[in-house]
């Protein structure tokens, strides 16, 4: 049976650049960011996956009936795939309707959660939905915002809950039990290296630091940005204002966030941004 690790994050919080530099280290050199799947790094909301392992379509089950066979789903696909799994989650982590953990803790060996400022994923957020900045404001404030849940679009994914963004940082953090390591993406940006090692030692994987270099200098935003101009990237959503590799920049919110949109996050995340270094012991952001 795979060992299944869940690397979780609110949306645009950098889980996607986390698994290519993990790709990276896989394929010992630069791999190709339009198939992570090869590399065991897919998402943990795949329908084709879901579809594959259950049988039958997921489009022909409502909604309640597919969450409810989710964990189920992880348990096969972990009996079948012969590579350890880090399976990409922007779920919080929650119960399915009957009432078990949507993330089955009997095949998991461990989660990574990636946290972001929320002033940053904003502006992030909004151009990857082609929405302005207050109605993202206004769905990283909303405790039953999901992805994914328009019933009459056939999405690539399945419908995915993340919640309000401080919600879904304690569900994970706080109340899944799980063997967690946290990764903050100011860190990620600032030392890649250092994460990334500190990331493989929690996986358990074994690199040198010629092959993290490596991985890390094959993964810099610029050239992953030049890559998808050239070629696109097959996670962009086609509704996106903007390129996936958006900025990798911390602090780009100080451009783009009004003042009012500010203190509207603060108000209701203020306690989780304290927590995670966002904001310094007046309240104020970092």
Not at 80 to 92: E, Q, R, T
Not at 138 to 156: E, I, K
Not at 171 to 193: F, K, M, P, T
């Amino acid at each position: 049976m795979a060992e299944i690790f869940w690397l979780a994050s609110y949306p645009k919080s950098g889980n996607t650049w986390l698994r290519i530099l993990l790709a990276n280290v896989r394929a010992g050199g630069e791999a190709d960011i339009d198939a992570l799947p090869q590399y065991g790094l897919s998402g943990a909301f795949s329908r084709v996956v879901f579809d594959q392992y259950c049988g039958f379509k997921s489009s022909n089950l409502p909604v309640a009936a597919y969450e409810n066979l989710r964990p189920q789903i992880f348990r096969v696909l972990a009996a079948h795939v012969p590579i350890p799994l880090v399976l990409k989650v922007h779920d919080a982590w929650r119960f399915t309707p009957k009432g078990e953990p949507l993330f089955p803790p009997d095949i998991t060996t461990g989660a990574i959660y990636i946290v972001r400022n929320v002033l940053d994923v904003v502006p992030s957020a909004a151009d990857h939905w082609n929405v302005d900045c207050a109605e993202a404001v206004r769905r990283l404030c909303d405790p039953d915002f999901a992805l994914m849940a328009d019933p009459n679009a056939l999405a690539p994914g399945l419908r995915q809950v993340p919640g309000r963004w401080s919600d879904h940082a304690a569900s994970w953090v706080e109340r899944s039990g799980l063997r967690l390591l946290v990764v903050r993406y100011e860190d990620l940006i600032a030392d890649a290296a250092h994460v990334l090692a500190d990331v493989l030692a929690f996986l358990g994987w074994s690199a040198n630091g010629e092959t993290i270099a490596r991985a890390v200098e094959v993964a810099g935003f610029a050239r992953l940005q030049q890559r998808e101009r050239d070629l696109g990237f097959c996670e962009r959503p086609s509704q996106a204002r903007s390129l996936f590799f958006r900025r990798g920049r911390i602090g780009s919110w100080r451009e783009e966030l009004p003042p009012d949109l500010v203190r509207r996050l603060i108000d209701v995340h203020g306690s989780a941004m304290a927590r995670f270094g966002y904001l310094d012991g007046g309240g104020n952001p970092i």
